[in-house]
């Protein structure tokens, strides 16, 4: 394909989401601050970029998949960030789960440079990302959704388009507020289930399937039951989410308490070293 994408942060599931691009033959540059992390998908065919600028300069599309709002406001608003070195016509995909509002601001600033950008957060952890089955929730112009399906299906299945600039951020909220309570639950249970002397492993093979089964019952709580407490999907990156929501909430007027306990939860977790584990180590405290 003569389309060349940019993609911007290979961690725990930026590196298989960049190699579906690139094995369904997409030109492909990358970049991130840690070059060794690269090393894998450059040996499989992918061009190592020195800098932002470097890449967007030559990239008809850029992917960003990095840590928190911070790090996106930097890569995007600096003078050696993406909007300052984008090519003229193209497109900035932001698939970090960030703010509503900077979405819109990265949004409206594109569109100042000749461009235009998407919010594309993303939900599935590293086996969604490493099996091109993530659920991806699309803010922006839908005639820029419509021309980049084609990628998004490379990396996901369940795609949907939610509205504009900022939307797929606040749709990536919803799913956060959710898979909190899954979260909890899981663990809850499965305490429980010990405490009362039950076989977990029996326990967890009836109510996954039950009225109560969820993707975490399904795929994070044999983790939980295998002491694999490895990071699909960080402890602090899940913190900063629901500081995000209880923040864009706030902004409404609205209160979400079930969030506001989760959270509390995963701050007790993470004072207790745990911040870079993976989510299902919130187990760890019913242990």
């Known amino acids: 394909m003569s389309t060349t994408v940019g993609f911007i942060g290979i961690g725990v599931m930026g590196k298989s989401m960049a190699k579906h691009i690139l094995d369904q033959g997409y030109q492909v540059l990358v970049y991130t601050r840690t070059k060794a992390k690269a090393d894998d998908i450059v040996a499989s065919g992918a061009k190592w970029k020195e800098s932002v600028p470097e890449l967007a300069a030559e990239a008809d599309v850029v992917i960003t998949m990095i840590g928190y709002p911070q790090d996106v ?3 995007y608003f600096s003078k050696n960030g993406l909007l300052a070195h984008m090519k003229d016509g193209a497109t900035l995909i932001d698939m970090t789960t960030s703010k509503p509002s900077l979405a819109k601001k990265i949004a409206e600033a594109a569109k100042e440079k000749s461009g235009s950008a998407l919010d594309a957060p993303v939900s599935g952890g590293d086996v969604g990302a490493r099996n091109a089955k993530l659920t991806i929730m699309i803010g922006g112009e839908q005639r820029d959704y419509e021309k980049w399906l084609p990628l998004f299906e490379t990396m996901g299945e369940n795609i949907q388009y939610q509205g504009p600039a900022g ?8 799913n956060q507020i959710a898979v909190a309570a899954s979260m909890i639950g899981a663990a ?48 602090k990156h899940f913190i900063k989410d629901m500081e995000i929501a209880i923040d864009e909430s706030e902004n409404m007027e ?30 760890k405290l019913w242990q």
């Not at 977790?269 to 187990?283: F, H, K, V, W």
């Open 167 to 174: 939307s797929g951020q606040h749709a990536k909220m919803c």
């Open 188 to 235: 809850e249970a499965l305490g429980y289930a010990k405490e009362a002397g039950l076989d977990q492993e029996k326990v967890l093979k009836s109510i996954s399937t039950g009225a109560g089964g969820s993707w975490t019952l399904q795929n994070l709580a044999p983790r939980m039951l295998n002491d694999d407490f490895a990071p699909g999907f960080y402890v």
């Open 254 to 283: 609205k209160n979400i308490p079930g969030l506001e306990l989760v959270k509390s939860l995963y701050d007790q977790l993470a004072e207790q070293g745990e911040e870079n584990s993976g989510t299902q180590s919130i187990y």
């Open 73 to 75: 406001e930097e890569v």
